[in-house]
């Protein structure tokens, strides 16, 4: 979307904007100082609570929001939002599948919130935690907890130059290789999210001999049922396979899906 | 003690301890040596400085889907066999920039890639390895279609062979014609030999360059008693091997059994991660990446590895040909095996069991092509191909 082609001769506006997050995604934005910058000549910042106190009105050429629909007022101001933006982009593993805080959406949230605040009644909040997708059309995601910077500076790029970003969509697996690191689970056995994981981090998690937690989400086509057959031989329980899939991108369908399969079994 | 240079094809013999200014020797004639060594949970292969770096006194147990590195009761340098890495890492380079571009007014100007390719010198090539080098030169040095990069890096190669005197169950390499003892495509081949506290090598070299090398280690006559304990060692070593594959007729085979139950079968297994490409030492499949500065004065081209399990692989205008796992994990096989004799005139697998022990799912190409051999049964819907995603 250069300027020529918004056809007013300026820089694209961009807005970020926040739902129920901890704020890392967006300090991502911030995080990338040597590139903000260049961001900052190439686009116009228009609304960043975060970051600056001027909050320009929309209509906004570029939209990022960071966070998932808790709120019965969240649920009305995704809607004001995805009207003023010419295209929106959810950040984060929060806003594209509802987040560690989807964990409620297995369980009571009035209970909670009896046994949480002093005086209930002030609590107005939705059953559910979910992905900004289910309210409103998105153009684009990026998952991650938090978002990659590389990948946020790619689809800032690809954006103003007018062309597909580079957003792979396939294993964490392939990263992990490239990236010549020795495969934790069949070298160590340790229980591993990459092959069902969409790339994206690096293979962060398996470079640090950990298992990969699944934060970037269910990658182009997960065979979860495979992944569970593994975990199995790899002596993990069905309680903790069900944890393994009910973790940061927990509400993502194949993900949600291979838990209460694991449940049910 | 050998005067003249070692003639080329003739085994000679060394201690361990002759073998110290092997790296020094390669290092003076301008090589970098990469050799395997252990990191982390297993033995890769990376920058050698000594050969004190190599994992003597270790072995790996391989299974489908498990590895493992194991103390051995001898200190044996190449008491393994092969691990995670192969060296296409050296030569077809899993990321590389192709170009880069910078603005020049309303016109760009290409920045050519011109750094020199590093000089390897690779110590510990098994036999199964040679034969994928050859695999790749056939794809990559192409008479048409030559690719720059491994070229560079090929011509400068100098290949120290080792002879496996060890299998792992997951090795097919007799089904695959590259079983050991390496015969061609070598500078230097070792076959190793410990007895207790006796640890010899029985060497030969396979061009001019590698009897220089070895003249300076300081060669001795071997006797046809070592020769013969060597033979016996590989000898051994492949009459054990637990894998196989039945060869003959398996392309025509593959082609008929396009429609066989067991691809339904491995899809339900596979995760479509793609692991088993990227391990594999013949698999050569890239993708590009373009792209572009945040400032938009700045473009570059990335080439990367790539692997035929993922969608984008064979996405052409209006989506990706091959949608399911079944359809992506029979490309991959009946590539392997079958296309690719059409292709490049051999299959594209050496039968180093890498795909094997390193698909997360445990999937073993030996048992499902065994499965392939079993009669596919009546065709389906009139003998077409079944409609839905392919
Ligand atoms: S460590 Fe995890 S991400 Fe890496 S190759 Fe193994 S299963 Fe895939
Ligand atoms: S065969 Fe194994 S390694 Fe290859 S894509 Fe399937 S699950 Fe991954
Ligand atoms: S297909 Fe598997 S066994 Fe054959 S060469 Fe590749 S990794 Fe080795």
Not at chain 1, 29 to 45: F, G, K, N, P, Y
Not at chain 1, 71 to 93: F, K, N, P, S, Y
Request: proline share 6%.
């Amino acid at each position: 979307m250069s300027s020529e082609e918004n056809g007013q001769g300026r820089k694209p506006t961009v807005a970020v904007f926040k739902f129920a997050s901890c704020d890392g995604c967006q300090l991502t934005l911030l995080d990338a100082e040597d590139e903000l910058l260049e961001v900052a000549d190439a686009v116009e910042i228009v609304y960043f609570p975060e970051a600056t106190s001027t909050m320009i009105k929309g209509p906004y050429d570029i939209g990022l929001v960071e966070g998932s629909i808790t709120t019965h007022h969240d649920a009305e101001r995704i809607q004001q939002i995805r009207r003023q933006c010419r295209t929106l982009v959810t950040i984060g593993v929060c806003a594209t599948s509802g987040g560690l805080q989807a964990l409620r959406n297995w369980k009571d949230v009035g209970e909670f919130v009896r046994r949480v605040y002093a005086k209930p009644d002030f609590i107005s909040t939705l059953k559910m935690s979910t992905p900004v997708a289910e309210h409103v059309p998105v153009d684009f995601e990026l998952r991650g907890c938090p978002i990659s910077k590389g990948q946020l500076l790619e689809l800032i790029s690809a954006m103003l130059a007018g062309r597909k970003p580079n957003i792979p969509t396939y294993s964490v697996c392939l990263e992990c290789k490239r990236r010549d690191n020795i495969c934790v689970m069949v070298a160590e056995g340790i229980p591993c999210m990459g092959p069902v994981t969409q790339a994206g981090c690096g293979a962060l998690c398996p470079s640090f001999r950990r298992g990969c937690f699944g934060c970037f989400g269910p990658m182009e086509s997960p065979n979860t049922a495979s992944l569970t057959a593994q975990f199995r031989v790899l002596g993990q329980s069905d309680e903790e396979i069900v944890r393994a899939f009910r973790g940061f991108s927990a509400w993502a369908w194949q993900f949600r899906q291979a838990g209460e399969e694991c449940e049910r079994s | 003690m050998v005067t003249n240079l070692p003639a080329i094809g003739t085994q000679f013999l060394l201690d361990a301890a002759a073998l110290a200014p092997l790296i020094p020797s390669l290092e003076r004639r301008g090589y970098q040596v990469a050799g395997p060594t252990i990191r982390g949970a297993a033995i890769v292969y990376d920058t050698l400085h000594s050969l004190d770096e190599l994992p003597a006194g270790w072995t790996t147990e391989h299974e489908a889907g498990t590895y493992r590195l194991k103390k051995r009761a001898d200190d044996a340098w190449f008491g393994f066999t092969v691990g995670p890495d192969s060296w296409k890492r050296y030569l077809h380079p899993p990321e590389a920039r192709l170009f880069a571009a910078r603005r020049d007014g309303q016109s760009f100007q290409i920045v050519e890639e011109n750094a020199e390719a590093p000089r390897w010198a690779l110590v510990g090539v098994r036999s199964c390895e040679l034969a994928a080098i050859a695999i790749q030169d056939r794809v990559l040095l192409g008479e048409h279609y030559g690719d720059v990069i491994y070229e560079a890096r090929r011509r400068g190669l100098f290949l120290v062979a080792v002879n496996c005197t060890v299998n792992s169950p997951t090795c097919f390499c007799v089904s695959m014609h590259s079983a050991p003892p390496a015969e061609a495509g070598f500078d230097l081949a070792l076959t190793e030999l410990v007895e207790g506290p006796r640890h010899r090598f029985l060497a030969e070299a396979g061009s001019r360059q590698g009897a220089e090398v070895l003249a300076e280690l300081g060669p001795a006559e071997a006797t046809a008693t070592d020769r013969r304990e060597a033979e016996e060692a590989i000898k051994k070593a492949m009459g054990g091997l637990q894998r196989s594959m039945r060869t003959a007729g398996l392309r025509e085979m593959l082609y008929e059994h396009f429609e066989h139950p067991r691809w339904e079968d491995a899809a339900a297994r596979c995760l479509c991660c793609g692991n088993c490409t990227m391990v594999c030492p013949t698999c050569f499949c890239t993708t590009v990446e373009d792209r572009s500065a945040v400032d938009g004065n700045g473009a570059e081209r990335l080439r990367k590895w790539d692997s035929c399990f993922s969608e984008n692989f064979s996405y052409i205008h209006g989506g990706s040909v091959r949608m399911s796992a079944k359809s992506r994990y029979r490309q991959w096989l009946t590539h392997k095996l079958a296309a690719w004799v059409d292709q490049f005139g051999s299959a594209g697998c050496v039968g180093c069991g890498r795909c094997i022990t390193w698909c997360p799912a445990g999937i073993d190409l030996t048992k499902e092509v065994a499965a392939l051999w079993e009669p596919a049964g009546p065709p389906r819907n009139g003998g077409h191909p079944a409609p839905g995603p392919r």
